[in-house]
């Protein structure tokens, strides 16, 4: 079973300067990517396929090479997690909040549900 660490290396180890700059001209950052092409990632997809926890972990390391091969790896399910373990995104949920209350009209009522009687 292929590991994080072996799948970034075989990356790496594809990857080519001269697709980097390729990819680098269709607006991708070049210190994001291996510069793989995807003929290589399709080999590499072959051998890991379904394994939805290697494609979850090769998406969450911002390499765009490697979040493509997640993207090829992945089952295609939705996989989600409770608020609470990302504070990052609730503090997020909050601000967007916050801002969407201040431009609710006047009129607006303030409790959940509720619809405002008629004038």
């Known amino acids: 079973m292929a590991s994080l660490k072996s799948i970034m290396a075989e990356l790496s180890s594809k990857g080519s300067e001269k697709t980097r700059s390729i990819y680098a001209r269709h607006g991708n950052h070049p210190k994001q990517m291996f510069g793989v092409s995807v003929a290589s990632l399709k080999e590499i997809a072959k051998t890991i396929k379904g394994q939805q926890a290697l494609a979850c972990q090769l998406y969450e390391t911002g390499n765009l090479d490697a979040m493509y091969l997640a993207g090829m790896v992945a089952d295609g ?12 995104a609730l503090e997020l949920l909050r601000k967007l909040a916050r801002v969407s209350r201040r431009r609710w009209p006047e009129t607006a009522v303030t409790g959940p549900g509720l619809t405002p009687t008629p004038a």
């Open 77 to 88: 399910v939705i996989e989600t997690r409770p608020g609470d373990d990302d504070p990052g």
